[in-house]
Nanobody, 123 residues
Framework: VQLQASGGGLVQAGGSLRLSCVGS????????MGWFRQAPGKEREFVAA????????SYADSVKGRFTISRDNAKSTVYLQMNDLKPEDTADYFC?????????????????WGRGTLVTVSS
């Protein structure tokens, strides 16, 4: 399983970005997917997750109401729409495939990770 995240960049505070995570042909549509982020000097933290069929989503409190996770299983792609970005959202963003079908926030339950895509929000 290979995951490739893209869509990061430099944006001003209040702006928007949409991240994409494309999976290889072996990426399972039966697994939950999630986005995590890691800022310099900090641990990786949960951002958002989605269940295998998209019916259940979960978010970190810090991004609720601003970020939206979605998926298109036909395209093996998970998206993270990020609106009203803040400087504290600056981080490397990683997508992961959960071992299970759920929208989980525990990184230990994720079996596969893609490379990060850098998001920088200027004030």
């Amino acid at each position: 399983v290979q995951l490739q995240a893209s869509g990061g960049g430099l944006v001003q505070a209040g702006g928007s970005l949409r991240l994409s995570c494309v999976g290889s042909r072996r990426t399972s549509s039966n697994n939950g997917m999630g986005w995590f982020r890691q800022a310099p000097g900090k641990e990786r933290e949960f951002v958002a997750a989605i269940s295998w069929n998209g019916s259940i989503t979960s978010y970190a409190d810090s991004v609720k109401g601003r970020f939206t996770i979605s998926r298109d299983n036909a395209k093996s792609t998970v998206y993270l729409q990020m609106n009203d970005l803040k400087p504290e959202d600056t981080a490397d963003y990683f997508c992961g495939q959960n071992r299970w079908a759920v929208a989980g926030s525990d990184p230990l339950r994720y079996a596969y990770w893609g490379r990060g895509t850098l998001v920088t929000v200027s004030s």
